[in-house]
T-cell receptor, first 115, second 111 residues
Framework: DTEVTQTPKHLVMGMTNKKSLKCEQH?????MYWYKQKAKKPPELMFV???????INESVPSRFSPECPNSSLLNLHLHALQPEDSALYLC??????????????FGPGTRLTVT | ELKVEQNPLFLSMQEGKNYTIYCNYS?????LYWYRQDPGKSLESLFV?????AVKQEGRLMASLDTKARLSTLHITAAVHDLSATYFC???????????FGKGTRLHILP
């Protein structure tokens, strides 16, 4: 099983709502990532968890709050978002940065629209 | 600071032709990725290159890495329409978990 799943596939939320995005993998991977991708742009790294600990936060606004409850699950909690936060949110996982299995698998993404 | 430059950003080519996409990066890295993305879809991993001189091939696509020049290439041989997509290179930070993407090359292959 080389699958990363993400739910929901689509999400429309108002600026005062609180919602969560979910990502799951059962490949035993120890690193999990959140990316944001705007149309016709490359993915931008938001957060990285390594062994369930936050290892990278790319100066993401606090209205985005990641959580890694266990090694298979990654959440992204959303609160008081702005319309410019509308984008495709991609989750990815990889075995580990060291010693050498670097391949990164992406989920199908959640398309978020903030109204 | 790690920066990744990809060129060309747009490429329109005829079926049957060969072409190369270039990816330059600014600092030492221990891994380089190539991805394909179809419109409205997620990213599909094509290659991971880890060492100087690494070359990997899958079908009509071949990727190589020159760590001394900080350059990777993705070569397309005898292009076919099905290869139309956006191709991204991405570079891993040296000794950290960061992965930075190039801007992508939108490849359009004319039948």
């Amino acid at each position: 099983d080389t699958e990363v799943t993400q739910t929901p596939k689509h999400l429309v939320m108002g600026m005062t709502n609180k919602k969560s995005l979910k990502c799951e993998q059962h490949m035993g991977h120890r690193a999990m990532y959140w990316y944001k991708q705007k149309a016709k742009k490359p993915p931008e790294l938001m957060f990285v968890y390594s062994y369930e600990k936050l290892s990278i936060n790319e100066s993401v606004p606090s209205r985005f709050s990641p959580e890694c409850p266990n090694s298979s699950l990654l959440n992204l909690h959303l609160h008081a978002l702005q319309p410019e936060d509308s984008a495709l949110y991609l989750c990815a996982s990889s075995q580990d940065r060291l010693p050498g299995s670097y391949e990164q698998y992406f989920g199908p993404g959640t398309r978020l629209t903030v109204t | 600071e790690l920066k990744v430059e990809q060129n060309p950003l747009f490429l329109s080519m005829q079926e049957g032709k060969n072409y190369t996409i270039y990816c330059n990066y600014s600092t030492t890295s221990d891994r380089l990725y190539w991805y394909r993305q179809d419109p409205g879809k997620s990213l599909e991993s094509l290659f991971v290159l880890l060492s100087n001189g690494a070359v990997k091939q899958e079908g009509r696509l071949m990727a190589s890495l020159d760590t001394k020049a900080r350059l990777s290439t993705l070569h397309i041989t005898a292009a076919v329409h099905d290869l139309s997509a956006t191709y991204f290179c991405a570079v891993g930070g040296n000794r950290d978990d960061k992965i930075i993407f190039g801007k992508g090359t939108r490849l359009h292959i004319l039948p």
